[in-house]
């Protein structure tokens, strides 16, 4: 065995913190501790190994794929003693019934082979995704841009329910990368760009899955599995899975700060990061998986892998030999429970590497104990089935909800001589092969991992069909481009001088482009420009001078500077899901107002890719050297944006003291008016710049959002509380600091100067 130091920094650092102190992220719960140690006592070697794999369903499904094949669920969960099983059979997914009918199957065997329940887990991404009766919400970006915790919490209460009423007890959710590089085939999947704001989501969501109790989670919540852990979302390549270069300082102040919030709120488990960060493989980081996690915060929940990540160690990263070895590594790293999808004989390999010494007896226990009590938080000794009613599953009251959710995230780029809304009367051609598409609508993780929501879900209307519904005999289609069917990240041109003929008689063409869907590495691409066909098709659309309007439906901001111009106006649905067609024929008609804004930068040229809180240094705006910096932020729109059809004016930016030290807790309230003719929804958004720092500081920093509703002519008082410790950054000695010295906070046009009076310096690594 290769001597590591990955493992022997954690060595080191697991002696010096000794057991877990400072912070307890989860209060212990003495009766879920002594039902553990119960349960622990009985256990064999190979039964406690056992609990440390998971594997895809695949394993026990028999030839035709929808059902289990006894044989294997003999030797899985018989011999093998398994502990867990994830995903969905036949790779889609099935009823509520069928779900639980194949749950119960293995649970049976379960508690009648070990006498431990297994834990079954799904990703559930945007709702019930893997489930063809559940409720899909907008994807998370969506819920992002409505800057309304309002929706993550609801999405959260309403996936937890529905995936419990299939007899499901653990979600993979929620996902809390950072979208911070557009190349990046999962940005849809995270909240958006910023910290703070991903902070707030997914507590919301966690708090809404799980319930206030995560030692008692009842029967309408589940475990959460945040993920992940952590800075998974800037590969330097752009493409998934590949390695990262992150300073330690912002992996700590930025990556870190959204699990941070959601360990705190009680989450029970977390997957780990499948790439590797400055040439350590997530995997196999003992700093971070048992350093900051477990010792920093006290935290007693499991952590799981990501798909064959173990088999990665070896296969792909070549920091291990073989298998075992990448087993120990990972364990010793402190994983708790290995996906290992398919290899049954995993089991045997930790057996054979703590009958070898290469894993302690202790370093086992404490991984059993791990997913022991989550079983046991979970209820599911006394409930490894549960009979609960379910009446709002698959109900109007959370279709409703998934519907409001989209209404809030469209975005409204561009308005150009206010061609939106329609007054009824235009004859619409509607364009583009996200036209009459479902699937482009809800992306990836809906009904299959790629999305397949056409095959799925054909009662819910297309944007072609919304429409066509909304405004009567207004409105016809025809596509242009469509995807390719024999490759469905391709496009091809069908009949594009077709949809030309017909834009002379329209009055207004709507072209809907973007992407299809995609999730993890079949969304890789070389070239973040729109394709070419889809901007030809806009091009020759543009040349009979018709106005256009370009409806943006895509899971990242794919590049459109040449496009965009010949465009009246622009709107970005993003990834709206089931209900995203009739929210923006709702938009468009006036019949309610938009309100998203975007929480990402999007992006103009490809050698200019941006986040808001760029170094000061970065920006001739913001700077003054003595180079002649071309240095420019030349972005589509910024992180933030968007319009409405009413306006807002802001007033009476107020902060509650001057100057204040880190003790302190500001108040800064703001005056927000409608001061245009409609109703309408403002996110209002509090930012913060340090003016000088031992740092280049970030040019500004979301610190605080609301949304509120006004009425035309009705003012509303947003107040924001902020502890001065929020404006706290990692130095670069990986310490949170707050420096004397000015900060401006700014929001909505407005700003005011408050000082610091005392710098202050924390020796704890998270405050
Ligand atoms: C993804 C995870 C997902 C897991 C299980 C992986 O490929 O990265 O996000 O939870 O598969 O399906």
Redesign the pocket.
Known sequence: MKKHPILLTALALTAACGSPKGEQAIPADKDVEAKVEQVLKGMSLKEKAGQLVQLNISVLEDASREAIDPAKLDYVIGEQKVGSI??VMHDKAHSREETAAMVKLIQDKSMEAIGIPCIYGL?MIHGATYLTDGTFYPQEINIGATFNRTYARMMGHAMAYETRAAQVPWV?SP?MDLGRDPRWPRLWESFGEDPYMQAEMAREETLALQGDDPNHIDLEHVAV?L??FVGYGVPVSGKDRTPAIIAENDLREKFFAPFLACFRAGALTA?VN?ASINGIPTHANAVLLSGWVKEQLGWDGLLVT??ADIDNLYVRDHVAADKREAVAMGINAGIDMI?DPYDPACVDDIVALVEEGRISKARLDDAVRRVLRLKVRLGLFENPLWEHDYPYFGGHGFAHESYDAALESLVLLKNEGGLLPFKGTERLLVCGPNANSLRTLSGGWSYT?QGAADDFAPQYNTIFEALFDRFPGKVSWVPGVVYDPADWQKDLAINVPQAVRAAQSADVVICCIGENSYC?TPGNMDDLNLSANQKELVKALAAIGKPILLVLNEGRPRLIGDIEPLAKAVVDVMLPSNFGGDALAALLAGDENFSGKLPFTYSKHINALHTYDYKVSEHRETMEGSYNYDAVMDVQWPFGFGLSYTSFAYSNLKVSAETFDASDELTVSVDVTNTGSRPGKEAVLLYSSDLVASLIPDVKRLRGFDKVSLNPGETHTVVFTLPASSLAFVGADGKWRLEAGDFRLSCGGLSALVNCTATKVWDQPNI
Do not use: G, P, R
């Open positions: 994830l995903n990703d993979f996902v599995s993920k992940h997957m499948s990501d798909w996906m991992w993890e």
